[in-house]
């Protein structure tokens, strides 16, 4: 008789990810969820409020793991979806090319990512969004910035990780200059 061990597709168990994490990289999608204006210029920019094992209260982007046999665009998918709510209605480029990618390690100044957990390799995009949305699973709200507000140093300082670098290269990417 073999050990069968039933469990969702692509899914580790707590143990079997901090093995993992402990041995390799693990891939990420993040995404920054934009407003844009009928010209195409990004207006707004959503930020979701969470609250950390620690208790500490952070401003963060839409971010998760690919899983295994899972397709970048619907690890994105799934993320906003798991963020941002079912009626979010983002708009996934056709070109799956992230602006950047970003390199989280475990260990400080290595990158301007930092993850304590890990060293994790992240495709971050740059999503606008249409519909309404309503943060779910560990979010607390979502917060909507002018471009200028988000780059501000109160919205940085409660961006950990790295997440505040991030923002910046996504509005540098859409031409915003601060």
């Not at 094992?53 to 970048?72: A, K, N, W, Y």
Request: hydrophobic share 40%.
């Amino acid at each position: 008789m073999s050990d069968m061990t039933e469990t969702t597709p692509g899914w580790l168990s707590s143990d079997e990810l901090e093995m993992a994490r402990a041995r390799m990289p693990i891939l990420y999608v993040e995404a920054v969820p934009v407003r844009v204006d009928d010209s195409g210029e990004v207006t707004s920019i959503g930020l979701l409020l969470r609250i950390g094992p620690d208790g500490t209260v952070s401003r963060t982007l839409v971010s998760g793991r690919v899983l295994h046999h899972e397709r970048v665009r619907d690890a994105l998918l799934r993320h906003l979806e798991k963020d941002l709510g079912p009626v979010a209605l983002p708009r996934v480029p056709a070109s799956l090319q992230p602006f950047t990618v970003a390199e989280y390690f475990p260990t400080i100044g290595v990158t301007p990512y930092h993850d304590p957990r890990q060293h994790a390799v992240s495709l971050a995009y740059i999503v606008p969004v249409t519909g309404d949305c309503r943060p779910r699973q560990d979010a607390l709200d979502l917060v909507w910035f002018s471009p200028q507000e988000a780059v501000s140093i109160a919205v940085q300082g409660e961006m950990p990780g790295g997440h505040g670098v991030l923002l910046k290269q996504a509005l540098a990417h859409v031409g915003f200059v601060s």
